[in-house]
């Protein structure tokens, strides 16, 4: 995503233009960063070495609504900022598996044997 006033949208958007302005990124190792990368490799683009990995919403919200920085981010993390046309999705496709999906239990307390049975077979799907 990247501001609605942003030089990149007036052009027309590749991943490959993208990666030549600031990037803000999550770290390696998290799902994003995963899915991130996945899509920079199945479309021959490196990041920038001067890219900012953060795990910090509010510093890569900044980066990207003040700056000119294209920051690399799940939709549902800024729903709100979309509907509110404060950010824009770049429109730039991706054939990846999408974003992840967790599943939250709380401790101390058994799953039901349905509850089980439902997360064994998510697990067992493939990607």
Known sequence: VVRPEHPLLSDNVTLSRAMQWPVV??????????????????????LPSTC???SSTS??????LRYDYVWFVPSGAIKEDLAHNALCALPISSSGPGEPVGIIT???YPLSLSAEILMATIRKAPD
């Open 59 to 64: 510093l890569a919200r900044q980066l990207a």
């Open 52 to 54: 900012v990995e953060t």
């Open 25 to 46: 990124i999550s770290p390696e190792g998290t799902a994003p960063r995963r899915i991130a990368q996945q899509m920079l490799d199945e479309q021959g683009c490196t």
């Open 106 to 108: 709380r401790t101390g």
